[in-house]
């Protein structure tokens, strides 16, 4: 399971720099600045939680016993698919009802620290 997240949160890496490079280049001309920083934040998040997903897998590795980890990795992918890609979707197609999908990535990002933090505690 360890190398699973660390290849998925380096898929997630590189597919972050490649969209913040996109709308560096090529989105500067198709987006208003509030949208842009839509899809920013979606960059950011992602590119965090990418990490996160590594720093899971690692601890995966070297906690094998902890399942909570595995849940805590899940968790933060949820949190990207539904909190960056909810704003990459809402900046691109400015379809505003997609903001309400948000939140709930952004539950699974805070639930998945959580879950991390416990199951560290209790190792």
Known sequence: MD???????????????GLGAFAAHGLRSRLSEQMLTVWKTGVDYQMMHALGLILVGILTHLYSDIA???FAGWLFLL???????SLYLLAFFEIRKLGMITPFGGLAFLAGWLVLA??????
């Open 79 to 85: 949190g990207i698919i539904l909190f960056s890609g």
């Open 3 to 17: 190398k699973i997240f660390i290849t998925i949160g380096s898929f997630a890496a590189f597919i972050g720099v």
């Open 68 to 70: 909570s980890l595995k």
């Open 118 to 123: 416990i199951g560290m505690m209790r190792q």
